[in-house]
């Protein structure tokens, strides 16, 4: 990507997030709370159709990102995870489950601090809330492999 592309996607996205950061001000401001909208990831898909997957990974915030993780993952659209984020996405939420898994079903307390150290130093562990990585199926992966095929086949007839 050419500088300014860079330029025009940075500006873009600084824009969306100024307009949810006032939406939110207003909100906070009429109704005298201090509310953080959990659903404004949605306003980021216009830099996904955009301009694609490589520049949506790259400079929409880490903080729409997850909220978009979440959502997905409770309306159970792995496919759509898939598209968003990856191949390597879908991994790293199955290793999160798995130490997830491990953390809850572990009793020794020096295996406990191994995988709360594991999950520090890992860069493969998403940090997402515990029941939303539980809403998790084993084998994510498996199942958006399954999706694809049965979708390449129905295309095929």
Do not use: C, W
């Not at 809850?104 to 709360?116: D, E, G, M, V």
Request: proline share 2%.
């Amino acid at each position: 990507m050419d500088t300014e592309l860079k330029l025009k996607i940075k500006n873009e996205i600084k824009e969306i997030i100024e307009e949810i950061e006032y939406e939110e001000y207003r909100f906070n401001q009429i109704f005298h709370s201090n509310v953080e909208f959990q659903k404004s990831y949605y306003k980021f898909d216009k830099i996904f159709e955009k301009y694609g997957k490589e520049a949506y990974l790259k400079y929409v915030p880490r903080k729409y990102k997850k909220q978009e993780l979440k959502d997905l993952i409770s309306k159970e659209k792995y496919l759509q995870i898939y598209e968003h984020y990856g191949a390597t996405t879908l991994q790293k939420l199955e290793y999160s489950v798995s130490l997830t898994n491990q953390e809850l079903r572990t009793q020794n307390r020096f295996k406990l601090l191994i995988i709360k150290i594991k999950k520090i130093l890992s860069g493969k562990f998403i940090s997402l809330p515990v029941q939303t990585i539980l809403a998790l199926p084993e084998g994510i992966s498996n199942i958006v492999d399954n999706e694809k095929s049965v979708i390449n086949s129905e295309e095929k007839e």
